[in-house]
């Protein structure tokens, strides 16, 4: 069955540390998303990806780069790691088919990250 | 851009009905989504509106009025397993925006 998978699931790391969370999907979808979720706040817009060499930034892109190289994966990657980056993670992707507006988005399990 | 709000929680008693409102503000709208998220799970899909009017998928449904902003989502029959964060999320511009979540507490 298709999917979209995470990793690593939980990571602990230091302030200033590079980290890349990984997002892989097998749907053969164009558009992908990066999430962040916080109390309060919800999902937040990090980055996301309508095609391969396509990037552009959300709501909160700030302190994070996404790179894509194919269709299936958008690694988010932490130059350097903050405090304010403790959250959980969530990849998303959906289909193409029905339009970039339309369609639901199909999240990936979540990523819980602290930074100490 | 766009301002989504909803309640942050709402308690309900088991095999009751609960309505869950949701107002945006949006330059761009291209439909409106429901998403169901359990504690330490990621969302899931419930429902999408893009006209007005209601969409009923069993238990569920959800209701939208464009001119308004306004969309509801209705629980009924309320089950244990209901207890839950229900997230509104508006898409436009290519892209889903979310509210911050209602907390439905389900209790016996």
Redesign the interface.
Known sequence: DAEITQSPRHKITETGRQVTLACHQTWNHN?M?W?RQDL??????IH?S?GVHDTNK??VSDGYSVSRSNTEDLPLTLESAASSQTSVY?CASRSNLAG???G???????SRLTVL | GQNIDQPTEMTATEGAIVQINCTYQTSGFNGLFWYQQHAGEAPTFLSYNVLDGLEEKGRFSSFLSRSKGYSYLLLKELQMKDSASYLCAVSGWGKLQFGAGTQVVVTP
Request: hydrophobic share 35%; glycine share 20%.
């Open positions: 558009n998303f999430y309060g706040h919800g999902l937040r817009l996301y309508y959300g709501e969530f970039a507006n339309t639901e988005l199909f999240f990936g399990e979540g």
